[in-house]
């Protein structure tokens, strides 16, 4: 090698150490998923027909919310013929109470490996005992689903960020966090709620590493109408405005979705509460997500 090609060589070779370990190489999400949720109308009329125009809007990976009356037999053969996957499901907190053993015995037919609860009712939130019961059924589940195979998780909305007077001014989110067993009781954390709960996704990842293979990407804009509650899914300090599609408002998901590793992050589904047009929101959202780079 003589001098000169020594001294170029050495000088990109600084120029490449030199770079950001961000700028060597660009992320995405491969497998964009849905929350059916968002088209549970539609769902209600023409089951097969909605989840099939799902897959050929791109989607690869969906969340259930409710069978509408089929069995898993059934969905299981629906997915499969539309080139879909399940990876979980959406159950009411009775269901984790009383029909867990069924639960996680039809998971297992749709081939999911997360069971979430994302809910608690708003007449209950005010009781110490609904939350240290919440705690108890939790780890309950998620000891019962572990042995299934299957993970138990809880979905959150923008109220469990206000301070509980029944936890003593914690937040209802921290106060889950620190007494489930991290093990037994994984987060899926909606990105949309909570910002609107006035907290960053990325000061519980750096807390709570690995604790969120799952998430929920719908996006907050603080112009236009507000007010609706969203069935109580906000909280009284919770940030004016209204659902839009990801890459529509103010949540930076390219920066949240940098630290999904440190996340634990395995799945990304996008959902929105009240659709206007659903299969234009849903385009929409999986334009934003797959374009993306992290």
């Known amino acids: 090698m003589n001098r000169r090609t020594f001294i170029s060589t050495s000088i990109a070779t600084a120029v490449v150490a030199s770079r950001p370990t961000w700028a060597a190489e660009a992320h995405q999400?491969?497998?964009?998923?849905?929350?059916?949720?968002?088209?549970?109308?539609?769902?209600k009329k023409d089951f097969e027909g909605t989840i099939a125009k799902v897959a050929q809007t791109g989607y690869k990976e969906v969340e259930f919310a409710g069978y509408f009356g089929k069995s898993p037999q059934d969905v299981r053969?629906?997915?499969d013929a539309n080139n879909l996957v399940s990876p979980s499901e959406h159950v009411?907190?009775?269901v984790v109470e009383k029909k867990w053993p069924e639960t996680l015995e039809a998971a297992h037919t749709l081939g999911q490996k997360f069971v979430v609860c994302p809910w608690i009712d708003v007449s209950l939130r005010n009781e110490a005992s609904t939350w240290k019961g919440a705690v108890e059924l939790f780890n309950r589940a998620g000891e019962a689903s572990q042995k299934a195979g299957i993970q138990f998780a809880y979905h959150n909305h923008a109220f469990e960020f206000e301070p509980s007077p029944a936890l003593g001014g914690k937040l209802i989110y921290d106060f889950l966090l620190e007494e489930t067993d991290p093990k037994l009781v994984k987060m899926e954390m909606d990105l949309c709620w909570i910002t609107v709960g006035g907290h960053d996704p990325l000061e519980y990842f750096n807390r709570y590493p690995g604790r969120f293979p799952?998430?929920?990407?719908k996006d907050w804009s603080t112009k236009g109408p507000a007010g609706n509650d969203y069935g109580?899914?906000?909280?009284?300090?919770?940030?004016?405005?209204?659902?839009?599609?990801?890459?529509?408002?103010e949540v930076n998901f390219k920066r949240?979705?940098?630290?999904?590793?440190k996340a634990g992050i395995q799945h990304y589904f996008v959902e929105n509460d009240e659709p206007k047009s659903p299969f234009d929101d849903l385009k929409i959202s999986y334009h934003y997500l797959t374009q993306l780079r992290f």
């Not at 999400?29 to 769902?43: F, H, S």
């Open 232 to 249: 109580g899914a906000t909280g009284a300090k919770s940030k004016p405005g209204h659902i839009v599609d990801p890459g529509q408002g």
């Open 29 to 43: 999400i491969d497998r964009v998923g849905l929350q059916l949720y968002t088209v549970r109308d539609l769902m």
């Open 256 to 261: 949240i979705f940098a630290e999904s590793g």
């Open 77 to 79: 053969k629906i997915l």
């Open 92 to 94: 009411g907190y009775d």
């Open 214 to 217: 799952l998430v929920h990407v």
